[in-house]
């Protein structure tokens, strides 16, 4: 086992809202609501929450405006035990967002960026040399790809490797895929990718085969409960199974999968061990509601791994 690593997320924070219902509405409907849930939240913060749960050393450039939301920001950095000065404060409302969740985990959800747009380049810039430190750097679309392409220039330049999520999705630039190491996405951010570049190939090795030729050096598609794909450029096609849990509330799953397989991948473990830490963090969470309590520390995720051997 290596050393605790340092990972840098460029993020996003976001208020979510969730709400767990029967079923999900259909357009024009109002349901009643079986419990309603404020967090702090955003695909970046998870990242850096999840990450350091695990034992990671986490910096790194996350957003917020001068409102409540955004002192909810500063207390939930205080939480997680991640330095003050990852975020950002400017002068916009700090973003939030609504889920849906409904009696199966299943859920539905929508995000204003709000703060998280006015991350810039510059703000990157400015940290380069803590991004020079890092062993990986993370990012994921709630923030704008001039930030995220600069944070992955000065990285590639520093010989630090690159993780991307690209969610909520959107079809990454080329350029910003030659620069992406380790690219995660989802089944349907799979078959959109596939989609947006013309691929013809329908079936996800062929997919991941096509996306691993325009730069990514490992690439991974997250299935929900039928497990996960994954491939380097060097190596066979794995798939790993999930964890067999009660699916409580799917939200932040894949946050939690990917801060599991980002510290994993950068203490030097093998892809294959790593995916199957990475798949135990994602059970973790969605046993409980919520998001930020429910991430795993190191002793959570050791306890589902042994709960359910390879």
């Not at 259909?26 to 955003?42: I, K, M, N, W």
């Not at 940290?127 to 062993?135: D, G, L, S, W």
């Amino acid at each position: 086992m290596g050393e605790n690593p340092d990972l840098f997320v460029l993020g996003s924070f976001v208020v979510a809202c969730s709400a767990t219902v029967a079923r999900l509405p259909r357009a024009g409907e109002s349901l009643q609501a079986d419990s309603f849930l404020v967090d702090p939240g955003g695909k970046g913060l998870n990242l850096a929450v999840g990450a350091r749960r695990l034992g990671a050393r986490v910096d790194g450039l996350i957003a917020a405006g001068r409102d409540l939301f955004g002192d909810l920001a500063e207390a939930a950095l205080r939480r997680a035990d991640l330095p003050a000065g990852m975020l950002c404060r400017v002068d916009c409302a700090t973003g939030a967002g609504i889920g849906f969740i409904d009696a199966a985990g299943e859920n539905c959800l929508a995000v204003y960026p709000g703060a998280n747009a006015r991350l810039d380049a510059t703000m990157v810039r400015g940290a380069a040399e803590r991004i020079a430190r890092a062993r990986c750097v993370l990012a994921q679309f709630e923030i704008g790809d001039a930030v995220i392409a600069e944070g992955f220039r000065l990285a590639r330049s520093a010989g630090v490797a690159t993780l991307l999520n690209p969610s909520p999705f959107r079809l990454p630039p080329p350029a910003l895929l030659a620069d992406t190491d380790i690219l995660v996405v989802n089944a349907p951010e799979a078959e959109a990718c596939r989609a947006g570049l013309g691929l013809p190939e329908a079936d996800p090795e062929a997919i991941i085969a096509a996306l691993l030729r325009r730069g990514p050096r490992l690439v991974v598609v997250t299935r929900g409960a039928e497990g996960a794909f994954a491939r380097a450029a060097d190596g066979p096609l794995l798939a790993q199974p999930a964890f067999s849990v009660t699916a409580v509330d799917t939200i932040g799953a894949g946050d939690a999968f990917t801060a599991g397989l980002a510290v994993s991948l950068a203490e030097g473990l093998p892809l294959a061990e790593s995916l199957r830490h990475a798949a135990a963090c994602g059970a973790c969470v969605v046993r409980r509601a919520g998001v930020f309590d429910a991430l795993p520390d190191r002793a959570e995720r050791d306890a589902m791994l042994a709960s359910q051997p390879a």
